[in-house]
Structures are given as structure tokens and as C-alpha cells.
């Protein structure tokens, strides 16, 4: 389906997106002030590879113009083959997804990432600043679940491995590494000795989890 750009304004005469997506105030200045130009996608978005959810990456998905994407409103469901992935944890376009999500991995970084449905995730769903929010209405499901630092709305869960907060400050064991990294290290292919070395290898490699490990999404 073709993307389409719109301004706030005019796409509030015919949707009622704050109704749809609860959008918090917040983000009106800057993100959903009357002018502001929206990407939008009025189904399913399906997409190979990764989708980079970092700033100037929307216009790529963009109708042949310049323009100034900090929104991204899919009216249906996101599938990826690849990740979502907002790699930058300072800041990003906000997404807003009306249906579910299906992705490899998802990185939650300073983005606002609302979605209304399921996200299903093969394999990890990692956020680990202050900066962002993910906010998933119905089922989260992947195999591995980092969320340190971050802000977030996630009521059910489908996760047989979880990190949080609390468990990031657990002691050393006789190896020397936190007991949450040989946790998170007992589901991956390849080790990692902190959080920023498993984000490095979601965006460069993307398969980091063993089979048997990974989250199967319904097809």
C-alpha cells in the first residue's frame, strides 16, 4: 500500500488519532502540533529488512519529495522481516501502530513507540537509556526482554526471559559478570560482556538468539 504524507490538521478532519492511540500531551509541541507533516500508512506496512525508526530515516519510506518525518501512524499492522529499530537513545520519530507488530528485534531507544495490538518478536526486545517509551496494548511476546533505564507500558507479557531495572544491579558472580548478563548470555549465540555489546549485536546481526530460545509468532 502507498504511503502517504499528511499534516496533523487535516488528518484530524477525517481520524481521531489522539482518540485511537491516547497520545500523550507531551509529544503535542513538537510531534502533533497542526502542521506537522505525518507518514502515514492506511493498512498493513510490509516491509524486508530493518526499519530504522531514527530521525531523517522516514523520509526513505516517503512519497518522492522533501519532507520533515518525525511521525510514523501505520493504520493496520507493522511487519518486518527484519527489526524495528530505534538505535538512537536520545530522540527519534514517534510510531504509532493501530494493528499488530512482527519483527525480529525491536530496540526501544529514545523513541515513543505506541502499539495498539500484539507485538510479536522473534528475539529481543531491548531498551537500556531514560530517553523514549514503549507502550504495547496487548500481548508482548519475544524471547528475550531487556528493559533497563526506560520508560514503558507493557501489561502482558509472553517472555521467558526478562530483565529489568532491578535485576541490573545484581551482584557478580566468580566470573566476574552480573548475574542478569549471564542470564541474558544463556539465550544467546554469541556472548556479550554489557548491554551496549547486545545492542551492537541486534543491528549488526540481528540473529542473536539460540533456536530454542527464540519466540515462534504465529503466522
Request: hydrophobic share 45%; proline share 4%.
Given at each position: 500500500?502507498?504511503?502517504?504524507?499528511?499534516?496533523?490538521?487535516?488528518?484530524?478532519?477525517?481520524?481521531?488519532?489522539?482518540?485511537?492511540?491516547?497520545?500523550?500531551?507531551?509529544?503535542?509541541?513538537?510531534?502533533?502540533?497542526?502542521?506537522?507533516?505525518?507518514?502515514?500508512?492506511?493498512?498493513?506496512?510490509?516491509?524486508?529488512?530493518?526499519?530504522?525508526?531514527?530521525?531523517?530515516?522516514?523520509?526513505?519510506?516517503?512519497?518522492?519529495?522533501?519532507?520533515?518525518?518525525?511521525?510514523?501512524?501505520?493504520?493496520?499492522?507493522?511487519?518486518?522481516?527484519?527489526?524495528?529499530?530505534?538505535?538512537?537513545?536520545?530522540?527519534?520519530?514517534?510510531?504509532?501502530?493501530?494493528?499488530?507488530?512482527?519483527?525480529?528485534?525491536?530496540?526501544?531507544?529514545?523513541?515513543?513507540?505506541?502499539?495498539?495490538?500484539?507485538?510479536?518478536?522473534?528475539?529481543?526486545?531491548f531498551a537500556n537509556y531514560n530517553h523514549g517509551y514503549l507502550e504495547v496494548k496487548g500481548q508482548l511476546s519475544?524471547?528475550?526482554?531487556?528493559?533497563?533505564?526506560?520508560?514503558?507500558?507493557?501489561?502482558?507479557?509472553?517472555?521467558?526471559?526478562?530483565?529489568?531495572?532491578?535485576?541490573?544491579?545484581?551482584?557478580?558472580?566468580?566470573?566476574?559478570?552480573?548475574?542478569?548478563?549471564?542470564?541474558?548470555?544463556?539465550?544467546?549465540?554469541?556472548?556479550?560482556?554489557?548491554?551496549?555489546?547486545?545492542?551492537?549485536?541486534?543491528?549488526?546481526?540481528?540473529?542473536?538468539?539460540?533456536?530454542?530460545?527464540?519466540?515462534?509468532?504465529?503466522?
Amino acid at each position: 500500500m502507498p504511503m502517504i504524507v499528511n499534516t496533523f490538521e487535516e488528518l484530524s478532519q477525517t481520524r481521531k488519532l489522539r482518540d485511537t492511540f491516547f497520545i500523550p500531551s507531551y509529544l503535542d509541541e513538537y510531534f502533533f502540533h497542526p502542521k506537522s507533516q505525518l507518514l502515514i500508512s492506511e493498512g498493513d506496512l510490509v516491509l524486508s529488512g530493518d526499519l530504522f525508526l531514527d530521525w531523517g530515516k522516514l523520509d526513505a519510506l516517503a512519497p518522492e519529495g522533501t519532507w520533515d518525518l518525525n511521525v510514523l501512524v501505520v493504520f493496520g499492522d507493522l511487519i518486518l522481516d527484519g527489526g524495528l529499530l530505534n538505535t538512537d537513545m536520545d530522540g527519534g520519530p514517534v510510531l504509532l501502530v493501530q494493528g499488530d507488530v512482527k519483527a525480529r528485534n525491536l530496540i526501544s531507544g529514545g523513541s515513543d513507540i505506541i502499539v495498539m495490538g500484539n507485538a510479536d518478536i522473534s528475539d529481543v526486545v531491548f531498551a537500556n537509556y531514560n530517553h523514549g517509551y514503549l507502550e504495547v496494548k496487548g500481548q508482548l511476546s519475544a524471547g528475550l526482554l531487556v528493559m533497563v533505564d526506560h520508560s514503558y507500558d507493557l501489561e502482558n507479557l509472553n517472555v521467558p526471559v526478562q530483565i529489568f531495572d532491578e535485576d541490573a544491579w545484581d551482584d557478580e558472580d566468580a566470573s566476574g559478570l552480573p548475574g542478569h548478563l549471564m542470564k541474558i548470555n544463556a539465550v544467546l549465540k554469541r556472548e556479550i560482556s554489557d548491554l551496549e555489546d547486545l545492542k551492537a549485536q541486534i543491528i549488526e546481526v540481528g540473529d542473536v538468539l539460540h533456536d530454542d530460545a527464540k519466540h515462534r509468532p504465529v503466522t
